[in-house]
């Protein structure tokens, strides 16, 4: 199960730098000793070694390359009928992207909710998204660790789900990562070798060290081409007890074995520490707009003098989460009536005196202040390997088998009361057979692949005793606050599975594009998975032995049809249904999922638009309207795949109006509605003091936690809160031809409610950030400055079950610095 109550619905830095240090810059070292070897000439900085030459205003952001990562087939965005967005290098690069977060002001259908600070995946169209390497599903995270966007050649981000020929996805759309590789445009290997070195440093310490190196090379008389990448990160952090420390390499390897036969293999090795942040606790109105925060000390429950509550001395006291008001005079279980409003104080006072806080007060919080303690933390070691065989005989006929691996362990411990890991990896193999046929009529491209995924998981979460008011920010955690955790002790889990799953499939695609102007995307996909979970009881609380397998399959299909018309304008309208298998976010299937079959359903997606490439390709717009939705509302995973019904509006256009301006300007609309919610009247939810109308003193209960059902009377009241209706989006980029370049970026933002209830409204924002860069010969320095206007703002948290509980205070004005050597 995922991060559900009940079951319902750290500062370890400055070592090995030294090391590290110079084991980067030996890659100088090696380039100088290769490029000596090569007696290659001088590259100038209009003429990059190997690549071709990009014109400074566009950065390689309008697409006018191929984009084999939304349909299999090489088209352009603009040929292709759905709505994505590509990111490029030289994006990243010039306007200093480096989490995910930044991504929403170069892609219109993104926002993300905060999943308690850790930037792993986007919200997509309002739900959570995937992430996808060189087109292959990787393991779910919606929050496990911040997925690295550095080692990255181009960010392809597609809204809705994928097509049948990429397997089973979610609803909402995802994030394909191509990383950095030794071919150029064209296919062609670089002739000489060329790489970088970047130290970026920033406000609250802020230290990383990078470098890439990419080129041929040869052994014996077989010719490849390689790209290394390394990244170590040794960072400080706004927030109080929270750093990071990680390790990224990455290897990528290119090698035509024969004229008809190449191997593309490679790999990442991604090692982080840091810690989640669950932001504010004790939410009200008055502390978001104006920080004023209700101060007091919880019980004492630590009896054995340990210095942590152990679930034993938890259930010594009494409930410290009532559900409902079952153990008050004035009760009631009665639906849509909220539990919430039968709470009064006469019910704390009599029936749950242990929840009352001690020494209450108000003060001013920091943003600073957060939930995150001394001793939190979340670790994770995620490895990623491929080896792609491509067979490329002549005549439009091309076979490519892929291999994939990708795999994590996870542990994440957080003092409040929550904690879990995922030990689980996945390997898939897929064959895809690809004919071209050209004819007086057309070009007709056809695509067959049969696949098989496996995947292996061994997943435990406590969260039974998850208390985030027990702490008091002004103060910190101490013996009345700090849980003792599962995986601290080893036992007490509320969950603790282990099993696997394996899916069969084949595919099919075609591909109609008729010389009068029509396109038709015509495809097909059958899987079959078959699954087996099992729980440990002697890791439980309480637990008892539950075992189950089951076999589930499911058709997706897709059909697009587009048509040129003069100008470069391009309409287009896609139908399509997609399986998506309904995974926790250990890639866990619980065995009463298993058993009930609600861990395998669909999604319909109905989209329309028109596309535009005008002014000798450099501008390009877009404009889609859609509504998707889940076809099963009872199969739903709250944290990773929810069943939702979405409708929206996306606007997108850039504009490379001469070689030293770009200009990118994005807009989205968007609703998003609980679908399980609005069936069933209700939606499980922690309750939060606003919700708590009839309780006019909240330290009555804020030492534990009141649980309950949010009334959703309507289809308003199902819709999914912290995501705007409306974001907008603005960019340039000026480059002198002095070296000098100017970046600008706007994302303006909705006001927005914090959770289901929508009782806490955060206020409505405009985030600016401002940058400079200057290239002289080799070197680039760039500096830039984020929150430029120091505008206070919030991200929601978590919304269905915590939104009215917590939210995270972002961070103010901050500036990040890169030094670049390029050779």
Known sequence: MDRMALGMVRGRRGRGWTIAIAGLLSCSAMTGAAQAQAQAPEKTSEEPAGEDIVVNGSLNALPVDGVGSIFGFDKTLVETPRSASTISKEQIERFGITDIYDLVAQAPGTFTNSFFGVGGALDIRG????????????????????????????????????SPIYGPSKTGGYMNFVPKSARVKGGALMDRPAGEIT?????????VLSANLRGPAKIGKAEFGYSLYAEIEDSGSYYRNMSTKQTILQAAFDNDVTDTVRIEFGGMYHNFKGQQNGGWNRLTQDLVDNGTYITGSAQPLDTNGDGQISPAEFDARGTFSPFGTFGCAAGTVTAPSPFAASFTDACFQQSYPQLALTNVGTAKLSRRDVLTGRNDRLDNKAKTGYFDIIFNPGNDLEVKNQLFYDGYYNINENTYGFAQFHDSWVIEDKIVVSKAFTTSAGKFSFQLSPSIRYTSFKHGEDFTYEYFHRVDLTQGYNALSDRLLATESGRDYTDYVLGHYTNYAIAALADLDFNFGLDLTLGGRYDSVAAVSRN?????????????????????WTASASYKLPFGLIPYATAAQQTTLIAGQGAEIA??????????????????????SLLDDKLYAAVSVYKQKRTDFNAQAIVTNQAVETRGVEAEARWAVDRHLLLSAGYTHVNVYNLTGLETGSLFSFFGIEDLVNVRNPALYLGGQPIGLVPIPDREASRRQGIPKNLYSLTGSYSFDNGIALTGSLVSVDSVFSGQSQKVRLPAYALVDLGASYTVNNWLFRVVVKNVTNKQYFRANFTELFGGTIVLPERPRSVQGSLVYKF
């Open 536 to 556: 440990d009881p002697t890791k439980i609380k309480g637990g008892t032995a539950a075992s189950a397998r089951g076999t589930k399959g499911g058709w997706s």
């Open 199 to 207: 130290y970026t440093g920033g406000s609250w310490d802020r230290n």
């Open 127 to 162: 739900t959570p998204g995937e992430v996808y390497f060189r087109g292959v599903r990787r393991l779910d995270n919606p929050g496990n660790y911040p997925t690295p966007i550095g080692a990255s050649d181009r960010i392809d981000i597609v809204r809705g789900p994928a």
């Open 591 to 612: 065995p009463g999922g298993v058993a009930s079959g609600n861990w395998f359903s669909a999604s319909r997606l109905y989209e329309g638009g028109v596309k535009a």
